[in-house]
Each structure stands twice: as structure tokens, then as C-alpha cells.
């Protein structure tokens, strides 16, 4: 077997690809334009056409789409906005967005996108090590959420053997391991530490079972190195980060086995990272929001899309040989989870990595803002669970002289029993403000 699942789109050189990229752009723009109210509404009041569009370049002149845009739009023009094209006798499948806050944006998959889904899906999934004859054990959502889905497809197609788990039954999940002993396993990163800690209780060693893969998403953190480590000798695997979001699409960007950062389809989409405060893109290796920009999707196209996640981009060759380009790091957080404390500014992952370099500490943890009326001070409380008996005299300074280093700021730490944070299957929260706004 090949090293690649398509070698020519995925080894092609940048030039051959920003041509690809240029071509399906322009394709879209004019479709978006001509079918679309809500996009020709829009650029008209920001004064653009698509002929402006003379490079791949000028796709800055272009404005964003934020979800609360889509979210209006919805609500205007129920149930699916006039954003959303391709004849309705080719439309596959419905999948809103999980709708964490307001309501969900309900996003079309046409016959052709739920092909190129698959495909794109399936590229992933082998370049991170997966074969035909695999067993998949798929812990993603299944249903509405987009990952389950997708990846049922993409392994479907890769000719794996399909354990369509879903994110629940933790036991069964480790049932699975042992018979009929599935390779790669597909989750949430929180939920396999979860299977990790229940397997360790049962006193299951990794050595035990054959499972050789796990590739996580729907939260950031798999690239974090103590998260990566944690996975890998929790469970016995190669882990990998994996990533999608409903309104763009499940499973699109993954790690290699060269753990070099997520490989983005750039085929299929289009990746800029840009700098919330100036909206001019960033310099390469630079953080900032990612904007994506679908260059093939037919049913609800987003051109310019504002994921409101923050990561960095580059484009040098990664060891694997693919030249689409890469964000070391992953998912870095989210621009509004910022936490100002202060005067200082960090995201939670920055406090995960913190919380997993220490053997004493579990991985869960929550950050709590609250307000001092008294002294009239915000404070920031970083709260851990411990896994052994510790001298809370000794651990806090040392706790606390860590978070510094990273955060720059000192925050105060809530030592707490190991169980007194809520696991979680799906997405974890790790963000508590409690202020009174
Ligand atoms: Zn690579």
C-alpha cells in the first residue's frame, strides 16, 4: 500500500496548489453571488464583486461570516437562511450545530459534499495510520453531531470493521478493547482520559489489548505534550489530534504519523489565520482566528467563515512529505475563552498543560472568575483534583510557581479530591464565570 490515500492532491506543490485553490474559489464567489441573496447583500454593502477577485490574495477584500450572522439569517429566513444553494432533491443530510450558546445553525450536506466529506475524512484517517481491515471503534457523537458521521463513512470506505459506539458506555467502550479488540479508537481527548482512568481501576494494562491508534477531536489539547502523553501510555497508542466544526465540516484536518500539527485539506478548504484586531492575515507561525472558506461545498457554502479559533499556520514541507499546510499545536483556544486577569491574558489550554506536567494532579480541571465585592477584585481560581495524598503546604507554591511561568500572572489554586470534577463524553467546559455581569 501506498504511504498516501492520494498521493497526487496531497504531495502537490504549493504553486499547483494555490492554482487548484484560485480556480475553486472563483467557482464559488460567482455561484455564492449569483444564487445567494445573503452573500450578494452582504459584499455589495462591503463593496465588493467577484470580479475583484484577481488573486488568490484578494480573498481579504472579502467580509467574514460569523455565526450570529448565520444565526439571523436563519431566524429571517427559516429554516436554512438564504445562504444555503443546491437543488433541494440532492440535499443528504442535516446537521446543526451543537448550539452551545443560542440557537444552532443548520448546515446542509448535498449529495456531492457528504462524497467529499468522506473522502477528505478517509485521507485523514490513513494518514495517521489507519488500514483496511481495521477495527474502528467510533466514540464520536453519532446523530446530529457532525464527527460521528463522518468518520463512520470514512472508515466504511477505508474497509474497516466499525464499532458504531458513540461517546457513552465507558465499560463497554473498554469491553471493546478486549473483544473483538479494536485498533484505532475515535473520541472526545477528555473522554478517552476518562477511559484511560476506568481501564487503569479495572486494572487493565494497555499491554493488554490491541489498540494501537486514537485520533481525538471536538476539543483541543491532544497536541499538548503531557495531554499527548497521558493518551499515549493511558491507552497504549499513537495519538493524534483531529479536528472539524459544524459549520465547515467534521474531520477535515488531522495529524500524520509525524505528529507535526494538523494537516488542513487545503484542497477542499481554504485556511487563513487572521489577526482579530487589524482583520489583515498573520504573518506565518503567527496566532490568530481561524477564517476557512469552503471551496467546494455545494448545499451551505461559507466564504470566509470566522471559527472564532485561534491557531497558527504554516506552510513548510512536513517530514511526511504532504505539502498542505499545518498547525503545530492545534486548536490553541478559543478567541473569546481569553481570560483577563490582571492585566495578564492566557486561554485554559494553557493551564491544562500545566495541570498535566504534574503526576499527582488528574486531567480535569476547571478556571472559576469570581468577584470580591468586599475588596471589590476579580479572582481567578485555577481548581484541581489531586490523585494521592499530598502536602497541601508544599504542592501549592510549587503549583503556583508553574502556572506563573506560563500565565504570567498568578492565579489562586482550589486543591479538591479526585472524582469532584464532572466528566464529560462530549465537550468539556473548563471556563466558569461567575461574575455578575
Ligand atoms: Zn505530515
Redesign the pocket.
Known amino acids: 500500500m501506498a504511504d498516501y490515500y492520494q498521493k497526487e492532491i496531497e504531495t502537490m506543490s504549493r504553486k499547483e496548489l494555490a492554482e487548484l485553490q484560485f480556480e475553486r474559489l472563483k467557482w464559488q464567489v460567482n455561484r455564492c453571488y449569483q444564487n445567494s441573496p445573503f452573500y450578494r447583500e452582504k459584499w455589495q454593502k462591503a463593496g465588493f464583486e467577484p470580479r475583484y477577485l484577481r488573486t488568490l490574495a484578494d480573498i481579504r477584500n472579502i467580509p467574514v461570516v460569523t455565526k450570529n450572522e448565520l444565526r439571523d439569517e436563519q431566524a429571517q429566513h427559516p429554516p436554512f437562511g438564504r445562504f444555503t444553494m443546491a437543488p433541494q432533491n440532492l440535499w443528504r443530510e442535516l446537521h446543526p450545530s451543537s448550539g452551545t450558546t443560542g440557537n444552532p445553525v443548520n448546515t446542509i450536506w448535498a449529495e456531492q459534499d457528504v462524497a467529499n466529506i468522506t473522502d477528505v475524512t478517509a485521507r485523514m484517517m490513513w494518514g495517521f495510520g489507519v488500514r483496511p481491515g481495521d477495527i474502528v471503534q467510533n466514540g464520536f457523537s453519532y446523530g446530529l453531531w457532525v464527527a460521528g458521521m463522518s468518520s463512520h463513512y470514512a472508515a466504511k470506505k477505508l474497509g474497516c470493521f466499525v464499532i458504531p459506539i458513540g461517546a457513552q458506555m465507558t465499560n463497554k467502550q473498554i469491553q471493546y478493547f478486549k473483544n473483538p479488540g479494536s485498533h484505532v479508537l475515535l473520541c472526545t481527548p477528555s473522554f478517552a482520559l476518562h477511559i484511560a482512568e476506568k481501564m487503569a481501576e479495572e486494572g487493565l494494562s494497555p499491554d493488554q489489548i490491541p489498540l494501537r491508534i486514537g485520533a481525538f477531536g471536538g476539543e483541543g489539547g491532544t497536541q499538548n505534550a503531557s495531554t499527548r502523553s497521558r493518551l499515549e501510555s493511558g491507552l497504549g497508542i499513537d495519538a493524534y489530534d483531529f479536528y472539524g466544526l459544524a459549520e465547515i465540516g467534521p474531520t477535515f484536518a488531522a495529524e ?1 504519523t ?1 505528529k ?1 500539527g494538523l ?1 488542513w485539506a487545503e484542497d477542499h478548504y481554504l485556511i487563513e489565520i487572521i489577526n482579530p484586531e487589524t482583520m489583515e492575515p498573520c504573518a506565518e507561525g503567527e496566532i490568530g482566528v481561524l477564517v476557512i472558506t469552503h471551496l467546494t461545498r455545494e448545499a451551505t457554502p461559507m466564504v470566509r467563515y470566522w471559527t472564532n479559533d485561534l491557531a497558527k499556520l504554516i506552510t513548510e514541507p ?3 512529505g ?1 505539502t498542505h499546510a ?1 498547525s503545530p499545536g492545534g486548536i490553541l483556544g478559543r478567541a473569546d475563552d481569553l481570560v483577563v486577569y490582571k492585566g495578564a491574558k492566557f486561554y485554559p489550554s494553557q493551564v491544562e498543560k500545566v495541570i498535566r506536567s504534574f503526576d499527582c494532579l488528574s486531567d480535569q480541571y476547571r478556571i472559576e472568575l469570581t468577584h470580591d465585592e468586599e475588596r471589590g477584585v476579580d479572582i481567578c481560581t485555577v481548581v484541581v483534583e489531586r490523585t494521592k495524598e499530598i502536602l497541601e503546604e508544599d504542592f501549592v507554591p510549587k503549583l503556583k510557581k508553574a502556572l506563573k511561568e506560563e500565565l504570567m500572572v498568578t492565579p489562586e489554586v482550589s486543591i479538591q479530591p479526585y472524582g469532584y470534577i464532572e466528566r464529560t463524553a462530549f465537550k468539556a467546559k473548563r471556563l466558569y464565570d461567575l461574575r455578575k455581569k
Open positions: 500524520c509525524a507535526a494537516h512536513c517530514a511526511c504532504r499545518r
